[in-house]
């Protein structure tokens, strides 16, 4: 089954029961799956909306008036998204964005890239906030993370991100749909109308100086919470290895290609793969430092997670950086080269 | 004794913050009333702008979703497909809903969204100090119109209730004014009556209510309400632009 079908399938399994999108690609067969499966669902809503700021603002109504809400783009209309992204995480709504990255900046192209690390890992609009960034690396991973997504997001109340590349969107590979667990939101957060209750309002607008910056701190220790809770990695061939490369996502798969064959020579080399990117392993990368001094980050970019690296390992070891922006997907082979010749530099 | 007149159970025991003679408090009274009078106040939802109105959740005693600038016509799409049995209105300033929320406002309308928006026209930007919006007319002064809107340099007044009547997905539009007692008894009716229909299921409904703005028109609040008759008017003539079930 198709990577950005995938998503589609997983989110509806998982019980998200609005969606709103725009056209664009790489992500195209995710949007039309919704189209076309959300219909099986008695109560869903499918919307192609006007842009992709409406798309975000109607998920934004959708998760205070208590659905499961999710939306979807690549690169360029998640910069349009941003605002309301923000204003999500301002107001402690749950909801599951997809970016299916693209090339960039600008329009860029519809290539596999890495070039949103920084915007989704920093937050990405304006505004002192974080958002959940979850990294699959294989199309079951699409689906499995994509339902943890919504978990995360009614944990948290928190708007998570699923960041792929057209890759992931676009390859197909077997995939098995777990069984969901029962959605677990408190009603008191849901916005359905005062009934005989009191009235409730959801709101990011908070206009003394004092009552913000406790909502910012509120935030704050959110975001500790999740720090401590939430890292999720996978090593590969770690035990023995001299040098670790560090990549995720579709760089990571290249990465597990090239290990095999710069074992195959001899080479020590293993793989620390963050499926979170933020929170970010910190400590594990540290942990590693103790024992390996010889660190490779790779990207399909110019170097953004590589800054995350340095700042884990805080000026320990060596840390090498090699990427390919710009929609160039670097085969197993060219970096086994890479690998090589950083190990004969060491 | 008998107890003629008191505030709409729909609002909170609470002063407005609006300037002397601003529409706004007048609006919101009679979206007050008409959810009182339809008994719809458990289950009605409100999304107030950004812009003057944005604290409006401070004074309807009724659940609301603060939307970003312009993007009301979305967040309320998002809430009523939701949940359709509940009644939901934006409450949307000229800037927010005719310039940076053209789109969302517009294709909401397309679609004929089953939602109700209260438009509130004063043909400037209040909050921000009296810059030019979409609805400034031509030659009239503004922060950033310091010679007076020109229509070579700065585009003419929008007509956006006229705009959104020529879709077949809208069903009752009607633009009302709040200067006068017996236009606020018109205004009353509208509002109610696009609440109602939202109740019947009939679809998109818009009023749009001139709005005087005494502090950014640099009137007092008297002179704004003539300003309304005599000037504002003659740009935006009050009446139904469209009525389906009429």
């Not at chain 1, 997001?153 to 390859?171: E, H, K, S």
């Not at chain 1, 969901?180 to 005062?194: K, S, T």
């Not at chain 1, 935030?219 to 996978?234: G, M």
């Not at chain 2, 309308?109 to 509130?120: D, L, Q």
Request: with cysteine; aromatic share 8%.
């Amino acid at each position: 089954m198709q990577g950005n079908r995938v998503i589609g399938e997983a989110a509806i399994r998982a019980g998200c029961r609005f969606y709103a999108g725009y056209p664009i690609t790489p992500q195209n067969e995710l949007t039309e799956y919704m189209a076309d499966n959300m219909r099986r669902t008695k109560d869903g809503t499918f919307i192609q909306a006007e842009s992709e700021i409406a798309a975000i603002n109607m998920v934004l109504g959708a998760a205070a008036a208590g659905a499961r809400a999710m939306t979807s783009s690549s690169s360029p209309g998640i910069s349009l998204k941003q605002e309301g992204i923000s204003s999500l995480a301002a107001d402690e709504l749950p909801a599951v964005i997809v970016n299916i990255m693209r090339g960039g900046p600008g329009l860029g192209n519809i290539l596999p890239s890495q070039g949103d690390y920084f915007q989704a890992t920093r937050g990405g609009g304006h505004g002192d906030y974080r958002t959940i960034v979850l990294a699959p690396a294989s199309v079951q991973e699409l689906a499995d993370l994509t339902m943890d997504a919504f978990d995360l997001a009614d944990r948290y109340r928190n708007p998570v991100l699923i960041l792929a590349d057209g890759m992931m969107g676009q390859m197909s590979e077997p995939v098995e749909f777990s069984e969901p667990a029962p959605r677990q939101y408190p009603e008191c957060y849901v916005l359905n109308g005062r009934g005989k209750g009191k009235s409730k309002f959801i709101r990011g607008l908070i206009l003394d100086a004092i009552r913000m910056e406790e909502h910012n701190w509120k935030l704050y220790r959110k975001y500790q919470v999740i720090t401590q809770k939430e890292v999720r990695f996978e090593t590969f061939w770690t035990d023995d290895a001299e040098i670790l490369i560090v990549a995720y996502g579709t760089a990571a798969r290249i990465a597990k290609g090239a290990i095999k064959r710069s074992r195959e020579m001899g080479i020590p080399v293993g793989l620390i793969r963050p499926i979170t990117l933020w929170p970010f392993p910190m400590e594990v990368i540290r942990s590693f430092a103790e024992r390996v001094d010889n660190f490779l980050v790779f990207e399909m970019n110019t170097g953004q997670m590589v800054e995350d690296v340095q700042l884990a390992l805080g000026g320990i070891g060596k840390v090498q950086f090699y990427g390919r922006p710009g929609g160039v997907i670097p085969t197993p082979a060219e970096l086994a080269k890479v690998i090589a010749h950083h190990a004969r530099k060491k | 004794m008998k107890k003629v007149f008191s505030r709409p159970k729909s609002l909170k025991n609470t002063a407005f913050h609006y300037c002397g003679g601003c529409g706004h408090s007048i609006a919101h009274r009679l979206i007050a009333e008409s959810i009182d009078e339809l008994d719809i106040q458990d289950r009605i939802i409100g999304v107030p702008p950004a812009g003057c109105a944005v604290i409006a959740y401070n004074y309807f005693d009724i659940d609301m979703l603060e939307s970003p600038h312009g993007r009301g016509c979305a967040v309320a799409t998002g809430i009523k497909r939701v949940l359709p049995d509940r009644v939901v209105f934006s409450y949307q300033g000229d800037g927010d809903l005719a310039a940076i929320g053209t789109a969302e406002t517009f294709h909401a309308a397309n679609r004929g969204e089953n939602i109700t928006v209260i438009f509130i026209n004063n043909a400037v930007y209040g909050m921000t100090g009296g810059q030019m919006a979409p609805t400034t007319l031509l030659g009239q002064v503004s922060t950033t119109t310091p010679p007076g809107r020109s229509a070579l340099l700065d585009g003419h007044p929008v007509h956006f209730s006229e705009i959104l009547g020529q879709l077949p997905g809208t069903m009752y539009i009607e633009r009302c004014a709040v200067n006068t007692p017996a236009n606020i008894m018109k205004a009353k009716k509208a509002v109610k009556k696009a609440f109602q229909y939202q109740m019947d299921n009939v679809g998109f409904s818009l009023i749009e209510i001139l709005s005087q703005c005494p502090t950014n028109w640099k009137m007092s609040p008297l002179e704004s309400c003539q300003w309304v008759n005599e000037v504002l008017m003659k740009e935006f003539p009050l009446g139904i632009i469209k009525d389906s079930k009429r």
